[in-house]
């Protein structure tokens, strides 16, 4: 199934439950409003995948060294462990660019900011920090 159909059969499939933004609005952040409805379960599907993905890159990545040890790292077997990661790092940055490009499309004032969720469902305009606008390039 190709990546988008995936994710919009995940977005129209996923429950808030109880998942809900856990960050607390700092000093220095900026509420900018709610996020919409319609973006919520994107939210959730973007939290659990990035927990999800984060643990299945330490699997992966103990598996390779594993078989690393005493092995040519091109092995068949790294290989495909690595095109593995690659999938699973791909579907995660998917997800993340399509959620916060929605958050942004909603909030153009964001465009050129960090920005966050938290508690409430309040999107916050992040405080500028020191090197954010790096992390921004580096990170997305």
Known sequence: M????????????????????????Q???????ELPEE???LWVLYSRLSDTTSSKLVEL???INALSDGKKADSPEVKDLILKGDAALARHNFVKDAFWG???????VLVRTGAGVCKGWKVVS???TPGLMLGLLTIG
């Open 61 to 63: 990545s103990a598996r």
């Open 126 to 128: 992040l405080k500028p």
């Open 27 to 33: 000093d220095g952040d900026e509420v900018v409003g």
């Open 2 to 25: 190709n990546l988008l159909k995936w994710l919009v059969r995940e977005v129209m499939e996923t429950r808030l439950g109880n998942d809900h933004p856990d960050r607390e609005v």
């Open 39 to 41: 973006l919520k379960p």
């Open 102 to 108: 929605s958050v942004k499309d909603a909030f153009p």
